[in-house]
């Protein structure tokens, strides 16, 4: 007999709620019997798919055969599983030690589970992880792909934490549901269902105070002033900024307090505030980050240290939004050493850098720097088409209507692909 036929997975499927918890606590099990549910196959076709009998296929999925990691990967290999979502890579890449403890969790994955899920210490731990996967996803797939995935795994934290009210582990559990909305929240802000994104950041916020953790809670809050900015609310932003200051309290890690003040430099720009006000800010931002002399990572939830090439590119922001072209563009030069965001984070920077050109060129009544600003435009509006960003295709209406000057080819170039993208 023939192989059976294997079409590819959407990438909602990886990170649906049984599958991303199967992959976080290596239940090769339940992995292979979600697969088999998703391409509809029976028994004997699943074992046809991966090669082996069906009677082993089916002692597997009892949970009565413990898989060998060389196992695993070349069944994960036959049917599509992909590598990057396993805990070893390719042959060679993983040694010996990594190998029996992969081969012990996998023994342990075979015990057979409760029908009801308990919460204990390892409840908290598997949200985290399954979020975790969820953010790998956003970088190559559109938020309206993830985003089902994302809300049904929002809903099972909230199940959960409801199941672990008067348990040691609420808390824990709570601060992962916290992350969870928070990611819900940036995924809708992306499809730019407002209302809805503003929700999934206030549950972020009740759930990370529900947990007693500050910094998090404060880390939402700034979330929430900058998506409240970026929607043409500086005034509101200003105001969670400062109830995120209270919340983390005098915390000496630099990232929060450095990257609290680049936030309020941009609201205070987008409130056309007084320009010196918005300097000041940047400037406590860059003197924080210089005392800052510790070797340690920043706390969660800030994964990267608040660096000056990131506050580089909020000072280009601030100088896109006070009309200084110049100060803008150079900053934006020297963000650049930062580490390169995603593709729709991408396409927004190039947005603001095309609306820095564009004033500049404006000013200077160069035709050349409007051209280049437009094709720079037209790239940034490319990659939110490709991935079905309503915040980017937004973001670019925004910069168009902006413009008012003289339509040259690379404008109506820019108008047709914008058209286009609206209808």
Same mark, same amino acid.
């Given at each position: ?8 997975? $959407? ?19 339940? @992995? ?25 296929? #089916?002692?597997?999925?009892? +949970? ?11 069944? #994960? ?35 057979? @589970? $409760? ?16 979020? *975790?996967?969820?953010? +790998? ?6 938020? +309206? ?36 909305? *928070? ?28 947990? *007693? ?46 990257? @609290? ?33 510790? #070797?340690?990572?920043?706390?969660w939830p800030w994964v990267f240290p608040f660096d000056h090439a990131k506050l580089a590119g909020y000072r280009a922001l601030v100088a896109v939004r006070l009309t200084r072209p110049a100060d803008a563009l150079a900053a934006f030069a020297e963000s650049l050493s930062a580490t390169q965001p995603a593709p729709?984070?991408?396409? @927004? ?25 437009f094709r720079l435009g037209c790239e940034a509006l490319g990659v939110g088409v490709t991935y079905s960003s309503e915040r980017v295709i937004e973001r670019a209406r925004r910069f168009r209507r902006d413009y008012v000057g003289h339509a040259t080819s690379y404008v109506r170039e820019f108008d047709d692909q ?6």
């Open positions: 007999m023939g192989q059976a036929e294997t079409r590819h997975l $959407p990438p909602e499927f990886w990170s649906s709620p049984a599958v991303a918890t199967a992959l976080a606590s290596c239940d090769f099990a339940t @992995l292979l019997e979600e697969i088999r549910r998703a391409h509809g196959w029976t028994q004997k076709e699943l074992a046809l798919a991966v090669g082996y009998s069906q009677s082993w296929v #089916s002692n597997v999925l009892r +949970r009565q055969q413990v898989l060998t990691v060389d196992q695993v990967r070349e069944i #994960s290999h036959r049917i599509g599983v992909p590598v990057h979502l396993l805990r070893f890579g390719d042959p060679g890449g993983d040694d010996p030690t990594k190998r029996r403890d992969f081969g012990k969790a996998m023994a342990l994955a075979l015990v057979p @589970l $409760p029908t009801r899920a308990a919460v204990d210490e390892t409840t908290a731990p598997a949200l985290t992880a399954i979020t *975790g996967a969820q953010r +790998r996803l956003d970088a190559t797939t559109s938020a +309206r792909e993830l985003s089902r995935g994302v809300v049904a795994h929002v809903e099972m934290a909230n199940r959960l934490l409801a199941r672990a009210a008067r348990t040691p582990f609420a808390a824990d559990v709570a601060a992962a549901g916290s992350e969870a909305a *928070g990611f819900a929240a940036w995924l809708h802000a992306d499809m730019y269902d407002i209302g809805t994104a503003r929700a999934y950041y206030r549950m972020a916020i009740n759930r990370a105070r529900r947990a *007693g953790h500050d910094l998090l809670a404060g880390y939402m809050l700034g979330s929430l002033a900058a998506f409240e900015t970026d929607g043409d609310d500086p005034e509101l932003g200003l105001a969670l900024l400062a109830e995120a200051r209270d919340q983390i309290g005098a915390t000496p890690h630099a990232a929060p307090r450095a990257w @609290l003040d680049a936030i309020e430099a941009l609201s205070l720009a987008a409130a056309r505030r007084d320009r010196e006000d918005a300097g000041h800010a940047l400037a406590r931002a860059a003197k924080t980050i210089d005392k800052d002399r510790r #070797s340690e990572p920043p706390p729709k984070q991408r396409a @927004l920077v190039m947005l603001e850098v095309a609306a820095a050109a564009c004033q500049d060129g404006t000013a200077r009544r160069d035709s050349d720097r409007i051209d280049e600003a914008l058209r286009a993208a609206l209808l």
